[in-house]
């Protein structure tokens, strides 16, 4: 990655160089914008103890925005020539012609100041990718020595986002970041051990500790007992439930729009809707939406430039505040853009510490295969998997079958007892969660999983 990004014009060079291109073709627009989203990654593929891909991506995309009173148009291409961005911006002229007009419209924003993030890390994009193999190497070796397939990837990216306007606006971010995700398994997916680390800094990565985890809990992972299916009390592993909070602030039924958002709120389209001031989960929970958390990722900015800042969402198990974007707040008067941070009141705890106060329960190292199947409650069903272990008086005595549960989210963040502290999760969603591990009363479960 390190070789091809230095021989590149710089985003903002050639941001400048495509919008003089647009305002040269928008003929008749009163304003201009045009966003470019530049991403570029490097991922190694392995699976079956065999490094089986290294795959090199880079994807950008303009977007340009007209306006004209209050008509507004909007176009995209992913191609940075003269001819195709002059064909985007004739369709959106052809398109501003005929637009309504929007009685929520608001002009362009004007030069903006932000708050400095610094999320670009060198090492990161410079990091030799016999380095990175390596990681992926000892990975393998270690499955082999231990008679177990190793598969994951290990991949690493480069962010970019610049947005001008005929305003006077330019919004610049660029942020690194990458994970490694680790499989280890010993019976083709009957014996499996799972683990994760995200980074921004490559060096924050400890490659051991990945391959160790997953090689452990593999080995834990034989002979699974069946427990009959019921509520109990369980410890998650901070990495192993990013795609159930992905649901925390999306609603699937309404179109997977922003549930802390105002307009959704106000709607009634948020299973938030008529509840602020209300206790919605437990005393010790605090969501905040917090761009300038040190281990948030992304811009401080919203899609149009609009400055992010920080938000006590719940405090106390109590719905405080929402966020949303300038038109929201111009039409609501209330608003903010969502980095959200889960965490809660007091100190924490290790997942370690965690198993070890448990007198009775669960160990959860996975969840998937979620789904919505009530937005009031945020009630949601999924699976265990890659490790889901019986623990008693603080020990872990041995694995378990998989099983399938049906869990309300705001039951669950009412019955959280103790919290570590939050972890980037894997960022799959294209959301930004920061989520802790937590040790929580009654877990529904219902059923024993077959795979």
């Known amino acids: 990655m390190s070789q091809s990004l230095q021989k590149q014009i710089p985003l903002t060079e050639r941001g400048h160089r495509v919008f003089d291109m647009v305002r040269k073709f928008a003929r008749g627009a009163e304003e201009i914008e045009i966003s470019l989203i530049s991403t570029t990654g490097e991922y190694l ?39 195709f961005i002059k064909k985007a911006v004739e369709k959106a002229v052809s398109q501003l012609k005929t637009s309504p007009e ?15 993030v610094s999320r670009y890390h060198t090492r990161t994009v410079e ?10 190497g000892r990975a393998i070796e270690l499955a082999r020595d231990n008679k177990l397939l190793a598969s994951g990837v290990l991949g690493t990216s480069v962010d ?7 305003a006077g606006l330019e919004s610049h971010y660029r942020g690194t970041g990458g994970y490694f995700s680790l499989t280890m398994d010993a019976d083709n997916g009957n014996q499996t051990g799972y683990a994760l680390s995200t980074f921004a800094d490559i060096s924050e990565l400890d490659a051991p500790k990945v391959s160790e985890t997953a090689l452990e809990r593999a080995k834990l992972n034989k002979a699974q007992m069946e427990v009959q299916p019921g509520k109990f009390d369980v410890v998650i592993d901070p990495h192993a439930w990013s795609e159930m909070l992905f649901f925390f602030i999306v609603s ?33 929970v605090i969501l905040e939406d917090d761009v300038y958390h040190p281990l948030q990722m992304g811009p ?29 707040a111009h039409r ?26 448990l007198d009775k329960g669960l160990l959860l190292t996975r969840l998937w295969y979620i789904r919505e199947v009530e937005p009031r409650t945020k009630t949601l069903t999924g699976m265990t998997r890659d490790g889901t272990f019986l623990v008693e008086n603080g020990e872990v005595r041995r694995p378990v079958k998989n099983l399938r549960f049906n869990q309300s989210l705001l039951e669950l963040f009412s019955n959280i007892e103790k919290f570590t502290e939050p972890v980037r999760n894997t960022s799959f969603t294209g959301t930004a969660v920061l989520e802790p591990g937590v040790l929580a009363k009654d877990f529904n479960f219902t059923s024993v999983s077959p795979f």
């Open 300 to 328: 401080p900015f919203d899609g149009e430039g609009y400055p992010k800042s920080k938000l006590t969402l719940v405090e106390n198990g109590e719905l405080r505040s929402l966020a949303s974007s300038r038109i929201s």
């Open 252 to 284: 699937a039924s309404a179109g997977y729009s922003a549930d802390f958002g105002t307009r959704q709120y106000k709607e009634g389209r948020s299973y938030l809707s008529g509840r602020i001031g209300e206790k919605i989960m437990g005393e010790n």
């Open 102 to 116: 929007d009685p929520d419209y608001l002009p362009m924003l004007g030069q903006q100041s932000y708050q400095t």
């Open 127 to 136: 990091e030799s990718a016999e380095t990175k193999a390596g990681y992926v």
């Open 160 to 166: 970019e986002g610049l947005i001008l306007n005929t």
């Open 45 to 83: 593929r392995f699976g079956n103890n065999e490094l089986g891909q290294s795959q090199s991506t880079k994807n950008r995309t303009l977007s340009v925005r007209l306006s004209s009173g209050k008509k507004q148009a909007r176009t995209t291409t992913g191609r940075l020539e003269e001819s």
């Open 332 to 357: 609501y008067q209330d608003a903010k853009p969502t980095d959200l941070v889960i965490r809660g009141k007091g100190p924490t705890k290790t997942t370690e510490d965690l198993v070890g106060e």
